[in-house]
């Protein structure tokens, strides 16, 4: 099951020296005296807390390569030779009307004020990480040419060298926050939404206010956790300077820069990096929905909540207090992924994974449901990267789940971008680009189509964007095609009844019936002499089995096991 290798592995740049290790432990099988290295052991002996975390900082993101028992590879999509669900109700199915280009891919979620999306996909958190930082303006741009939803993450003013703090330590001006609204909305056609994230740090230094109040946002996301990691959000800082500042503001710092030992070991050169850390949240059903109250009275149009991996308990109180709240949308995050600072370790073996937790999402919701209570919009996180993860996620958690979270999949196409950018400044541009051409209308194969709708504005797209835009459309086009096969033509449609599950484990797990079992009980009633009955893509007409079993009372069992299935 486990690919990985525990004392090694390229996110840590370690490796073992034998051809051989224990499995369990991932130390070589002869560990010898006078190794040069370089397993995780060695390297953690002489650079100690340095080797938990994935390197190097402020340049990648990071996913866990542990190979789970079930995911959503062990599901396959439902195709149809019949029928045409969604489709506008003047217009009849046929092969004329069912070109794959004519399915609608917007979705929309949200309690009162909802927010159209053109694709069912958002990006996951842009927070306080030197990547996310560094990348906000080509993924917000994208994002907001795209017609998707943007998330801005955590710590952002906290961490924001140049914010302004009143006597209270509360956020008076945050010129990154700033920019990055403004950014966003420079370019927002409408569709999507950008986003606030809170956590306990966001909380104390009045981040909702200031976003609400002075910048305009109207969505609030609150913030329990995520996939990659059970303690709170983590960063390092590069110099002496910054970190005392951060412990000012009332960040935990490790080391301690206050520390006469630590302050000489910063100088000496053998500590290079502190970190700061987040404080772990405590959740309470009457504290939160205070919070959320408080909340609306700030203005906050829509709050929605983000929560991580955490077991079934804290999910169902995720999804129950959620209904409870109203809130607009819930989003569940699974092991196990970040964006570049998290503990390795942990994120390979913390947490729920994603297809597990999917599968007690829609067992909660369906209970909810059942209760005739309000089930908030869900969208699923933790590892998706395709159009075909996109459909899956969606049909397996329907009709709760509207949308799917993307974190790294959707920063990647923006650091693409830019990086042409700057490879084409310096005439460096690698061949698996350069085959295609040396300049921005050559490589970007939408890029004449951003200028028929920008005209010369084109030109003021950062090319992180378009790599971005780029990413999306295809994504769009490639759920397209696969909602066209399954006969979907509007996102409402897909069901659970367009899956099947590949082996009878993951059909245990998510409850999608085993590929084996998959539609049998209809097809047994055509082999038995019913193939002259309307077959649909939802199953058999009842109508008119029930007008064929009264004629024939030897189908009338058959009839019973088809009224259960259907």
């Not at 949308?403 to 490879?423: F, Q």
């Amino acid at each position: 099951m486990n690919l990985q290798r525990p004392n090694s592995g390229d996110v840590t740049q370690t490796a073992n020296r034998a051809r051989t290790v224990v499995p369990g432990s991932g130390i070589c099988t002869r560990c010898v005296d006078g190794c040069k290295g370089n397993c995780e052991i060695f390297q953690a002996a002489f650079r100690g807390r340095e080797v938990l975390y994935p390197g190097p900082f402020g340049t990648l993101t990071a996913g866990t390569d542990k190979n789970y028992p079930v995911d959503y590879s062990h599901l396959n999509i439902q195709g149809y030779a019949l029928g045409a669900k969604g489709l506008p109700a003047e217009i009849e199915g046929n092969p004329d009307t069912t070109l794959f280009p004519t399915v609608n891919t917007e979705t929309e979620y949200g309690y009162k004020h909802k927010v159209r999306m053109r694709v069912p996909v958002f990006t996951g958190a842009l927070g306080s990480t030197e990547v996310a930082r560094r990348n906000w303006e080509h993924c917000a741009v994208g994002a907001a040419i795209s017609g998707i939803t943007i998330v801005c993450g955590e710590n952002v003013c906290g961490m924001d060298p140049h914010v302004e703090l009143d006597k209270n330590n509360k956020v008076v001006e945050s010129p990154d926050m700033r920019r990055r609204v403004e950014t966003y909305r420079r370019w927002y056609e409408g569709y999507g939404d950008i986003v606030v994230q809170m956590n306990v740090e966001d909380t104390r230094f009045g981040v909702a206010e200031y976003a609400i109040e002075k910048l305009g946002v109207e969505t609030i996301e609150l913030k329990w956790g995520q996939g990659a990691k059970c303690i709170g959000g983590e960063v390092k800082v590069n110099s002496l300077e910054e970190a005392l500042e951060l412990q000012r503001r009332g960040y935990l710092i490790t080391p301690d820069p206050s520390l006469p030992a630590v302050q000489a070991a910063y100088k000496d050169g053998g500590l290079r990096q502190f970190e700061r850390h987040s404080r772990l949240g405590f959740i309470d059903q009457e504290a939160f929905m205070k919070e959320v109250e408080r909340l609306r009275q700030l203005g906050a149009k829509r709050i929605t909540l983000k929560t991580g991996a955490y077991p079934m308990r804290e999910l169902a109180m995720a999804i129950k207090w959620a209904s409870d709240a109203r809130l607009d949308l819930l989003t569940i995050d699974g092991a196990g992924g970040g964006t570049g600072m998290s503990p390795w370790r942990m994120m390979c073996e913390w947490g729920v994974p994603t297809f597990y937790l999917e599968a007690m999402t829609y067992e909660l919701c369906s209970m909810l449901a059942a209760k005739g209570a309000y089930v908030p919009d869900i969208a699923m996180a933790g590892g998706f990267s395709t159009e075909d993860h996109i459909f899956k996620a969606i049909a397996m958690g329907a009709p709760f789940v509207k949308a799917v979270c993307m974190g790294r999949a959707l920063m990647i196409p923006g650091m693409v971008g830019k990086n042409i950018g700057l490879w084409l400044q310096e005439g460096k541009l690698p061949k698996v680009v350069s085959q295609y051409g040396t300049t921005v209308e050559e490589i970007f194969v939408e890029y004449e189509t951003l200028r028929d709708k920008y005209g010369e504005e084109v030109k003021e797209l950062p090319l992180g964007a378009i790599g971005f835009y780029s990413f999306v459309n295809k994504l769009k086009i490639g759920l397209q095609q696969l909602m066209a096969g399954s006969r979907n033509f509007r996102v409402s449609t897909i069901s659970r009844n367009d899956l099947m599950a590949l082996t009878e484990e993951a059909a245990k797990v998510s409850g999608i019936p085993y590929v084996m079992d998959a539609y049998r009980k209809e097809a047994e009633l055509i082999i038995n002499g019913l193939d002259k009955v309307e077959v649909t893509v939802n199953g058999l007409d009842i109508g008119k089995l029930k007008d064929l079993a009264a004629a024939n009372n030897g189908f009338a069992a058959v009839l019973q096991q088809a009224q259960i299935a259907l």
